[in-house]
């Protein structure tokens, strides 16, 4: 098994998981637009809300899919040098957690992604309610902060997925300073 074999692997199972939980974002964001009010003054937000609100979960599985059907090309992608694993499993430290910080970085990006746009669509619609705004009240202040946490959250999965190897890198030498300290002290 090689690196790519088992990315891959990782992909598609976090793909049928990430197909499960989409389906009740899918039956939130429909919610949403089955009780929008009426339409804000500016007809242009209306229609970007309800595009928001539209294409999140239409994004999020067709994400899924893709991750599910493309996780060969993906890994390729990630992995361009394919070297062959011995029966014995003998990734280095580094190479295994590069792999898992890529894995994991796809996994925290694909899900955030459709969230942060429906939570973009609440503020939009959040800032067009008379007396609520953005940081008027603890609602707006809320939904404003939640929002933002989010965007954090699509970032670092960004972060892990790009630099992967550099974590990777970091994170061994971080032990072998802190296994060479240990060995010094005895």
């Not at 949403?32 to 242009?44: A, K, L, N, V």
């Not at 946490?149 to 990777?168: C, K, M, P, S, W």
Request: positive net charge; glycine residues 4%; charged residues 20%.
């Amino acid at each position: 098994m090689g690196k790519r074999e088992l990315s891959s692997m990782v992909i598609k199972l976090a793909a049928v998981y990430r197909l499960a939980g989409n389906l009740a974002f899918l039956l939130m964001s429909l919610n949403s637009i089955c009780f929008m009010r009426d339409c804000p003054p500016e007809p242009w937000l209306s229609q970007l809300r309800w595009t928001l609100l539209t294409l999140s979960p239409i994004f999020a599985l067709l994400i899924d899919v893709f991750m599910l059907v493309g996780s060969d090309w993906i890994a390729a992608k990630i992995f361009r040098d394919e070297r062959q694993l011995s029966p014995a499993f003998s990734l280095s430290f580094e190479e295994l957690l590069s792999v898992a910080f890529c894995c994991i970085g796809l996994l925290v990006f694909v899900d955030s992604l459709p969230k942060l746009l429906h939570s973009i669509s609440a503020l939009i619609s959040l800032n067009q309610e008379p007396g609520i705004g953005l940081l008027e009240t603890m609602f707006g202040v809320e939904k404003t902060a939640h929002a933002c946490g989010i965007a954090l959250q699509t970032l670092a999965g960004i972060i892990l997925f790009l630099q992967a190897q550099r974590l990777a890198r970091f994170c061994r030498k971080r032990c072998d300073k802190i296994k060479r300290e240990s060995t010094a002290e005895q």
